[in-house]
């Protein structure tokens, strides 16, 4: 006796959704030729489908369908013949959308009473933009009655049994404005008509306030679930229209977890030989971490370290997610949004990364660069589009998009571009608003140039919280020599300090390089060989080194007698970096020479010890002199402090001064120079000496500089001699 497999009940649109597959594989047969609806309408041929839907005879009893699934072959799925394949099957992506239509219209008698009622309007929503071609095509073939017609066209001559079906897309490359009147005239010309509208409205379109006001609430297309893949499968991988469902229904993910995945995923584990092992695939790919696959071995927060305003940030945001997933917090109650800035190599995409890592949920990356890529600016809106569409489907995210400044500013008119870029930065922004309306994403943007970003990009709602990625801590430094040298039992603290100053990038670089020559050598790569190639390659600058330790320090010893909190001095190859955090100030003439002081302060500190200056102060528009210069010439053009009083010109060009605004421009410098060389001799000894250390460590820390300093009182404006 045979013996069906116990399983749940199937959902009553199953037999729908089995019709409408027969139907679309007649018309895929018989493309290009007539139906004959006739038939299809008879009470019998109703009837044969009805029995078709049933459970089909087994000429294997029990035992034999045991031994089968012992040997790893579903007996249920294998014809007369042997054969465990259809004759003939839609390929998957339509088939699916098929299935998830059936599985929202329930029946043929509903499509009837909703989706075809006289004057009905239904706006179907849950899809992708490129989704809309294969609904299309299932409503034409499988979904409406063989009597019906579809069509986009606006024509009056319309059949009576016609569905028009009206597409929302305002995101191809054209004007959104445009795009949206375009959609509200064809949707007044459409509702002139007597025949039923359907409004698709792919992921990431929306309607217009003056068009969802009046529109019915969309119907959401069923998402992938269980059944719906168990239907696909028995259409797909069975030669019977059955498979053995005690073996694929335990292993099948949850409906959730199958709403998550991507179409490459889903299409990927179709191709399985078999039911089982497809159900397997989906099993694994809802398992392994989703984004892409850097993020699978992506550094945590904890591990990088770093406790810098932006790693702390980070570190909030991850804080925040996990205490919303837990339900401690509402998802409007905290930051979701975090556009980290810094030069190139700075590790903002490794901080994107640690995010995703630390919070457990996947890594979505997207950037200006790669849609910018695609070509017309329809397809790179088409891209950009679908990276965001990617987050929302993998909720709850990290959404991380890289050179967000490549979209530029609508304020930027210098040339022929700038309707591209409004379009551009216009759709953006659109993205964005859409994104914070989801729960359960962080938004992660990454810029080397934040100066160049449009405005309504940087403000808070959209991107909430804005910090630097400074370069690495000593400490940072030694976390990454103890990955690439994970059991040497060494002191990593020497080569730290070696490669102190420098980015993430560049470590990793010159890693890489010494491991190369290790290999080229036959010598075993370990922390003794990184040494000794760093100091072949750095010999040579102790002198130079030991200038820019005392152009450093001369900066770090004015900004703390003004009051200023330092965070951090270090010596990198290009130079030195000083980080520093000036106190709120009225924005008085005095603030701006104060500024004006710490910039030349380097200088100052080169001709006090050394008797000369090089030419560390000078160099490109972020270099001190250039700072000095820009706060000077502010100060007479633009804020009303100098000799211009109230009259406003705006930034001015230093190439372009005259003669005698260039002078007074070199005599404020040369007046701040002075200034900060007097602040700093009384201090010459103290100078001298932290620079020395400096030299050797490459780096103080906030604590380290306070120790030094203890003894050094802050005075601010009192009165200085000049002639030191």
């Known amino acids: 006796m045979t013996q069906f497999p116990l399983h749940s009940p199937r959902p009553a649109w199953v037999s729908f959704g089995k019709q409408v597959l027969r139907r679309m594989i007649s018309d895929q047969i018989n ?55 259809p004759a003939t099957a839609l390929p998957a992506s339509r088939s699916l959308i098929a299935l998830r239509l059936a599985a929202t219209f329930v029946s043929s008698r509903n499509v009837m009473d909703t989706l075809l009622a006289q004057g009905a309007v239904t706006v179907l929503s849950g899809f992708r933009t490129s989704d809309a071609d294969q609904i299309l095509t299932a409503c034409r073939c499988g979904i409406l009655p063989e009597e019906w017609k579809v069509t986009t066209l606006g024509d009056e001559r319309h059949h009576e049994q016609t569905l028009r079906v009206l597409q929302v897309t305002t995101s191809t490359g054209t004007s959104r ?35 969802s006001a009046v529109l019915p609430d969309p119907v959401k297309l069923e998402p992938l679930s269980r059944d719906i893949l168990i239907t696909q499968l028995e259409h797909s991988h069975s030669a019977t229209g059955k498979i053995d469902r005690e073996t694929v229904e335990p292993v099948l993910p949850d409906d959730s977890a199958l709403a998550g995945l991507g179409d490459p995923d889903v299409l990927l584990a179709l191709r399985a030989p078999d039911a089982r092992s497809a159900a397997e695939r989906l099993a694994a790919a809802v398992s ?6 850097e993020s699978a071995r992506a550094l945590t927060l904890e591990a990088i370290g770093g406790a810098s305003p932006a790693h702390q940030a980070a570190a909030d945001l991850v804080a925040d997610l996990r205490r919303w997933q837990r339900g401690e917090i509402e998802w409007s109650a905290m930051s979701r949004s975090l556009l980290i800035y810094g030069d190139p ?22 950037s200006f660069g790669d849609w910018q890529a695609r070509g017309h600016l329809g397809d790179m809106l088409a891209a950009m589009l ?15 998009i890289d050179e967000i400044d490549s979209c530029g500013s609508r304020a930027d008119t210098s040339d022929r571009n700038q309707a591209y870029r409004q379009q551009v930065i216009n759709e953006f922004l659109r993205q964005i608003d859409l994104l914070h309306r989801e729960e359960g994403i962080l938004l992660i943007g990454a810029t080397n140039f934040p100066g160049k970003i449009d405005p309504a990009i940087l403000r808070p709602g959209r991107f909430d919280l804005h910090h630097e990625m400074p370069l690495p801590t000593r400490q940072q430094i030694q976390t990454m020599l103890e990955q690439a040298f994970p059991d040497s039992g060494t002191n990593l603290r020497p080569l730290s300090r070696e490669l102190a100053g420098q980015t993430p990038a560049v470590i990793d670089a010159r890693i890489r390089d010494a491991r190369a020559k290790a290999r080229r050598q036959g010598r075993s790569f370990d922390p003794r060989f990184l040494e000794q190639v760093l100091g072949q390659e750095q010999g040579y600058r102790s002198r130079l080194d030991e200038r820019i330790a005392v152009h450093e320090c001369g900066h770090v010893i004015s900004a703390w007698l003004y009051g200023e909190e330092i965070k951090r001095v270090c010596l990198c190859p290009a130079g030195g970096l000083t980080e520093r955090t000036a106190p709120p100030s009225a924005g008085l003439e005095a603030d701006f020479d104060r500024q004006m002081t710490i910039h030349l302060a380097g200088r100052a500190a080169e001709r006090l010890v050394f008797g000369t200056v090089s030419a560390g102060a000078g160099g490109g528009s972020a270099s001190d002199l250039a700072k000095a210069a820009q706060l000077s010439l502010a100060m007479d053009y633009e804020l009303g402090l100098g000799i211009h009083g109230n009259a406003w010109f705006g930034p001015q060009d230093p190439a372009r001064l005259t003669a005698s605004e260039r002078k007074r421009l070199q005599e404020r410098l040369d007046h701040a120079e002075d200034v900060a060389r007097a602040l700093l001799y009384p201090h010459k000894h103290l ?11 490459r780096e103080f820390d906030g604590e380290a500089i306070k120790c030094w300093l203890r003894d050094v009182p802050r005075h601010g404006d009192s009165e200085l001699v000049l002639n030191q």
């Open 31 to 85: 493309a290009g030729g007539k139906r004959d609806a006739a038939l299809q309408d008879h009470p019998k041929s109703r009837l044969l489908d009805t029995l078709n839907d049933l459970p089909r005879a087994q000429h294997r009893d029990s035992e034999e369908l045991d031994q089968l699934r012992e040997n790893g072959i579903d007996g249920w799925a294998l014809d007369d013949e042997g054969r465990s394949r």
């Open 687 to 697: 100078l001298k000496e932290m620079a020395s250390v400096l030299t050797r460590e």
């Open 345 to 366: 190599g700075t590790g903002k995409t490794v901080l994107a990364k640690a995010i995703s890592a630390s919070a457990g949920v996947p890594l979505i990356q997207g």
């Open 386 to 400: 679908a990276c965001f569409e990617d987050a929302k489907s993998r909720k709850p995210c990290v959404l991380f």
């Open 288 to 293: 392994r971490p989703r984004g892409h696959s």
């Open 177 to 211: 404005t445009g795009a949206l009147y375009r959609l509200e005239r064809n949707l007044c010309e459409a509702l002139q008509q007597p025949c039923p509208l359907l409004v698709l409205l792919p992921n990431g379109e929306s309607l217009p306030d003056s068009l």
